[in-house]
């Protein structure tokens, strides 16, 4: 392969020269099967919004069953066949949308899309690196994730249809190929999705912990990174650690469909015949999931993290209150999220002492998130605030994670989550804390570093638009679904018209619904936006936002190796904006103190 030949070396001094008339790489190379972090970078961005679109399609389709239960959607037939008869969705196919809504959103939006875009451009530029450590692992990874969601995605073309056990496929549902039509050849493909999908997490990870851990440029000590790489960086971290064990369960239970074993099955009786094979426990697959689910809701939102805290404090104009308390306290809900677990199982008749463990333990989380929320706030407040869209969605992401935390201390007491377990109180947590927030922190990084990545900027009226339909109609879909959730509203049901005590919520299942129409078709001002902007922005200047941070030093457009001479050495924190004394509001990490006489007074940041 050619761009093989590419040395990437961080001491030489000039090793672009050669580079930049080094045969030219033909269009595969470059945009296709590029090893560039930032091409790359951009392949999951671009994979992700489609995804995106796709579940939240998914959503709409379901959310028309639950707000119109008696209604009938001819228009839908000719988008959906079979699974369509008389306008009324397939009650099964209804459970496989929920399914593949869920996985879709948490796995390759959420995980690949957010972390897999960001990590990747953002760790190579902003430590000072020419790009990850291997730039052929990089890209297996993006094309596995590939591949990956391919088969996700051919899985709806499957007569039988996707999986249709939840994004949490618990067995014996999974595991019992005759259970239902969506444990049938859909849950295969989906087994299979997401063990190459875990193989493709596993590359990226280890490359992003590598290239931190051995690639910053000089100067460029752990504690001068920016919040952002600390973010990505522990992200890794989690996803090596806690993906393995759902690889492992995954491959337990195709062992458990295809090949006779009895991992997950105990004694069952389908039509009153006992199984062939028992002795197993499915509990024991929950467990194994939500060994990696917790960490994963963490998964999700710490990169948001990291991209709300760089955006706060650039658009605040002020430094980040309590730079090393934010490092803290993402290794501090980095270490706890991998003994909560059992949160998610408090109604598996577990011991109600082993439930008060998890309890106490989960409860605590709330500590370094509280801590994190704080700090947010102390850097907002008396900044002087630049209201950008990426500000905007920033200050929304800090208030739906608090709105969404919240729900978390009340669902983390074992004996209320008996009663709110697999309710809508559920739905609207986490979405509110991790599927919103997440998206949130989502946009903030793409209308912020929009311009590092495509040389122009996003439009800021049409990302007002975008932001404040979205903000208003998150809350109007997710806040009632905690009223109706405490009243008892299940989540999964097809059909709740058969309740009589349900009845009561019509109007309002109606009115989330009408929500979740209203804050999708907001999306499509976004796709409008992000596509416009790519060919028709307004060009950017070098550093649009007056930030810190290194990423800003490279040319507009950055070609592969990211800085055309010698990478910058670094001198300060990326945090010194307004500093007393300074002639500009922001002081870049590259300049070196001798050139800021003025703003050299003692400062907390400057010993380090
Ligand atoms: C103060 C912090 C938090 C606490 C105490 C907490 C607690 C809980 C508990 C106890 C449950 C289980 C409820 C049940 O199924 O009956 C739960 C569900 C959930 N939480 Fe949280 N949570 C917190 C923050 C978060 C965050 C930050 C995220 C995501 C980024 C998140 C995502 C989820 C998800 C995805 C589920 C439901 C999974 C499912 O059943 O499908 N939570 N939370
Ligand atoms: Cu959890």
Redesign the pocket.
């Known amino acids: 392969m050619s761009s093989t030949d590419i040395t990437i070396n961080q001491d030489v001094h000039h090793p672009h020269e050669e580079h930049d008339h080094h045969h030219d790489q033909n269009f595969i190379e470059k945009y296709i099967f590029s090893q560039d972090h930032k091409v790359i970078a951009k392949q999951y961005l671009i994979t992700g919004i489609a995804w995106a679109f796709i579940g939240g399609f998914l959503s709409i389709l379901f959310r028309l069953q639950l707000g119109w239960p008696e209604a009938t959607f001819t228009f839908l037939e000719p988008i959906l066949g079979g699974w369509v008869e008389n306008g009324k969705l397939n009650p099964e196919f209804y459970l496989a949308l929920v399914t593949m809504h869920g996985t879709i959103m948490v796995f390759f939006v959420l995980t690949a899309g957010l972390s897999g875009t960001f990590s990747n451009f953002l760790i190579p530029l902003q430590i000072g690196a020419r790009d990850m450590a291997s730039g052929f692992m990089n890209m297996l990874s993006y094309w596995i994730f590939f591949i990956s969601s391919v088969i996700m995605f051919l899985s709806l073309f499957l007569e039988t249809g996707p999986a249709a056990g939840g ?2 496929v618990y067995p014996p549902l999974s595991a019992l190929p005759q259970a239902i039509e969506g444990s049938k050849g859909g849950m295969t493909m989906w087994l299979i999705s997401m063990a190459l999908f875990i193989v493709s997490q596993l590359l990226g990870g280890v490359n992003y912990i590598t290239t931190v851990i051995n690639l910053r440029t000089r100067g460029m000590s752990m504690t001068k990174l920016p919040l952002t790489i600390w973010a990505f960086f522990i992200t890794a971290v989690l996803g090596l650690l806690a993906f393995p064990v759902l690889f492992s369960a995954a491959l337990l239970l195709i062992f458990d469909r295809s090949f006779g074993t009895s991992f997950f099955l105990s004694d069952i009786f389908i039509a009153g015949e006992a199984l062939a094979h028992s002795g197993g426990s499915a509990i024991l697959f929950q467990h194994l999931f939500w060994f990696l689910g917790h960490p994963e ?2 998964i ?2 710490m990169p948001a993290f990291g991209i709300v805290s760089e955006v706060i404090a650039t658009n605040a104009r002020k430094p980040i209150f309590g730079y090393r308390a934010m490092i803290g306290s993402l290794l501090g809900i980095a270490v706890l999220s991998f003994v909560v677990w059992a ?2 199982m ?1 109604v598996t008749g577990m011991n109600p002492f082993l439930g008060s463990v998890f309890m106490f333990l ?2 605590i ?2 500590v370094p ?1 509280a801590v994190k929320v704080f700090n947010w706030l102390a850097t907002l407040w008396r900044g002087n605030i630049r209201f950008t869209t990426a500000m905007m969605f920033a200050v929304g992401f800090v208030s739906l994670f608090i709105s ?2 919240l729900t ?2 009340i ?2 007491n074992s004996a209320l ?1 008996i009663q ?3 309710t809508y109180f ?1 739905i609207a ?2 979405h509110l ?2 599927g919103a927030a ?1 998206f949130f922190g989502m946009f903030a990084g793409v209308y912020h570093w929009f311009p590092k990545m495509f040389g122009r900027m996003m439009d800021d009226k049409l990302g007002f638009v975008h932001f404040w339909l979205t903000f208003v109609a998150v809350y109007l879909v997710f806040m009632p679904m905690h009223y109706i959730g405490i009243a008892g509203f299940p989540r999964r049901y097809y059909a709740w018209t058969g309740f009589e005590v349900f009845n009561g919520f019509t109007d309002m299942n109606m009115f989330i619904s009408i929500s979740a129409i209203l804050g999708f078709s907001a999306q499509f001002i976004f796709l409008f936006n992000f596509v416009y902007s790519i060919f028709r922005g307004r060009k950017t200047t070098l550093n649009p936002w007056h930030s810190n941070t290194l990423e800003w030093t490279t040319p507009v457009n950055p070609g592969h190796g990211n800085w055309p001479g010698e990478i910058p050495a670094v001198y300060r924190w990326p945090y010194d904006y307004s500093k007393p004394g300074a002639v500009e509001d922001y002081i870049p990490q590259n300049v070196p103190f001798s050139q800021t006489q003025s703003s050299n007074l003692p400062q907390e940041r400057d010993f380090e």
Do not use: E, K
């Open positions: 994004w949490t809701v963490y999700v939102i949160h998610h408090f989960t409860l989380i709330a998130s969404g935390g978390g201390i669902l983390g989550d709110l377990h697999d559920v947590h986490f804390v991790m997440a």
